[in-house]
């Protein structure tokens, strides 16, 4: 069996983040890598979207940058202008292509399937495969979207839905995402955040289609792609040890209250990079403190009030909206944090939810 310097187990956003990040520093030119990655090929799958509060590699990825968004519930509409940070979207295929092409031409990295067909014995493990399943009475982030096209122009591709609640809440929190690629094209998701015990949260299909017929007023068009997510809402509990690191959502990158992950990654890959000879510090590595004491107080008023929610989430954004986003990205100073507290209705709510 060869052994290498370092093994990625799961070779998806964060794995091959991590190995792009290595192979452009030139890591990689000395050190042999081991990429375990079970799919059969790389295809679009994902549409990775976040604020780009800092550059990045993936530019030549993306597929559309807004710089308005609307929040929409039953009774009112939001429209948000942007300043200095956009809403992106990036297409995981262009994403997974880029970094493969760059890996191939390096002899030092290999493609495996399996962890158990190399030697781990004096390897640094970066693992991304999540080692415990979703737990069941959790709250998740869970969707189906299909992107559309339309023959005719429908869309306003200057401005994105972050959120219409204008739908069917079924005593949860539902809200339709809408991202116009084009005027004849947008992805459509719908979005769920419950635990994953009701299935009648489940019958994505109809719920778009609904949507796309009553809410947008198209009757006519094509599917041209479709993906489904289930993001689970809660820490993961895998813990890093002597030679394994977690990365990626196992690795606890993921935004518990929103979901977003993708910066999160490339920042961690970033900080390996620069830490690699410091086990200490590789292990120790996870998101300020602060964003998780707000997520887990934000979660429980989620739970227990989600009829306030639409309310919650179309106020937060109604002034100083730079502050929210950099909140949401995990780039806030103390001011910002002040100016989302103060910007959040209900927050009698989330004082009781302090209580234990
Ligand atoms: C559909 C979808 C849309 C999302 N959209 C956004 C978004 O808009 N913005 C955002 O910030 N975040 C988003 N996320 C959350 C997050 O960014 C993604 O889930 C991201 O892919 C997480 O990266 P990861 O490396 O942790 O996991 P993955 O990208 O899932 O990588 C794990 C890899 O491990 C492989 N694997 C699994 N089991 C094994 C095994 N036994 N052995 C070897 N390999 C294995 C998988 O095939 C996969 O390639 C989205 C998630 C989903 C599911």
Known sequence: MKEFNFIINGGGCSGLSL??????????????????EIRKNYTRDKTWSFWKIHDHDFNDCVI???NTFTIKTKE??????IKGQPYQSVDSGLFYKKITDKLSKNKNVKFFKNIDEVDKKNSIIFNSVPREKINKDEICQHFKGIEIETERNTFDDNKLILMDFNCDQKNSIHFFYVLPFSPKRALIETTWLSNLNDKSFLDYDIQLEKYIKSNLQIKNYIIKHEELGKIPLYLSSSNNEENLINI?????????STGYTFLNILEHSKFICNNLHDKK????????SKYIYFDKIFLKVLKNHSELMPDIFLNLFQSNSDSVIKFLSNKSNFIDDIKVILN?????????????
């Open 19 to 36: 190995a792009y990040e290595m192979e452009k520093r030139g890591i990689l030119d000395k050190n042999k890598l081991a990429i375990i």
């Open 64 to 66: 559309k940058t807004w």
């Open 76 to 81: 009112r509409s939001n429209n948000i202008n």
């Open 248 to 256: 990626g959502s196992a690795g606890g990158m993921t935004r518990i």
């Open 281 to 288: 510090k590789l292990m120790s590595y996870k998101q300020k």
């Open 344 to 356: 959040t209705k209900h927050k009698m709510k989330f004082l009781n939810s302090l209580i234990p």
